[in-house]
């Protein structure tokens, strides 16, 4: 058995919190100058310039890319020969968050009542999902999520008779609704199958693909290229302001489903697709 002690931990995820939210991934940069070069509309094209140039920024400067540093939602992998020493994993990520988004002078999202608001100054609670995996590793990928973007998330629960036409149809058409709203050009998240709350997870965690990859499945894999290619004819364009380029990338992740079901959702991100991944 491996042990881990918990100050590791905690002092990797305050780090991870500052660096995802100021380093901005060299996929997403390439994807940038991908869209320049597609890019007909000479503000879409001005806008794609003005990304790269704040992400250099952000990145020399050590400054968050965006005012909103997000709700922080951490995925975990733990090795079963694995031990954390000194305290409780869950209390090191969310003591690590604190720490982060404190020291970091990170803006703090989070408020501890839906209703009350009132701010819970340190942007805890993080979301925190963890899978338990055979070795004596422990992968941490912390994921800042903006709330402009998250607002125009959905899921619906279609039946198996909508198929894969229902899904395409339901996508497109959340991103068509949401328009300027979540600050494209978009990652397109997608979740299928699954249960209602499955498939909403499914659709975050697609968003931590790296952008130019595609499914391992090519059934898959042509239909994230379908998406794309007609996500990219709505005509939104960067910031909403008209072009080719809405999205940079459509990512899907499937699971197995009741014979009664469909759920499907979809999590957007903005064009500020930030996570950083560490293995202790």
């Known amino acids: 058995m491996r042990t881990i002690p918990f100050e590791k931990i905690r002092d990797t995820v305050a780090r991870l919190c500052v660096e995802a939210n100021c380093i901005l991934g060299d996929d997403v940069i390439s994807a940038f100058k991908k869209g320049l070069e597609m890019e007909e509309s000479p503000t879409g094209k001005e806008i794609l310039r003005q990304l790269l140039e704040n992400q250099e920024i952000a990145r020399k400067e050590m400054m968050p890319i965006c005012q909103d540093t997000g709700w922080a939602v951490v995925w975990v992998e733990i090795g079963s020969g ?21 020291e970091g002078y990170l803006r703090k999202s989070i408020v501890s009542d839906p209703l009350r608001r009132k701010n819970t100054g340190n942007n805890t609670p993080a979301i925190i999902y963890t899978d338990i995996v055979p070795g004596d590793k422990l992968k941490i990928v912390v994921q800042p999520k903006g709330g402009g973007s998250e607002n125009m998330s959905e899921v619906r629960m279609l039946s198996a008779a909508d198929g894969a036409f229902g899904i395409k149809r339901f996508v497109i058409d959340r991103v068509e609704r949401s328009q300027a709203n ?7 998240g997608v979740g299928i199958g699954g249960t209602f709350e499955k498939c909403a997870m499914l659709a975050k965690k697609a968003l931590l693909r790296e952008i130019g990859s595609t499914h391992p499945d090519p059934f898959y894999a042509e239909m994230e290229k379908e998406l794309l290619d007609e996500i990219n004819k709505l005509g939104i364009g960067p910031q909403g302001l008209g072009g080719r380029v809405t999205a940079l ?3 899907i992740e499937a699971f197995p489903c009741h014979i009664a079901t469909m759920p499907c959702a979809v999590n957007i991100n903005c064009h500020a697709q930030r996570h950083k991944t560490a293995i202790l």
């Open 82 to 102: 694995v031990r954390v020493e000194g305290g409780e994993l869950y209390d090191a990520i969310q003591e690590g968050v604190a720490k982060g988004y404190t």
């Open 249 to 251: 990338a459509v990512f």
């Open 182 to 188: 979540p600050c494209p050009p978009v990652i397109v």
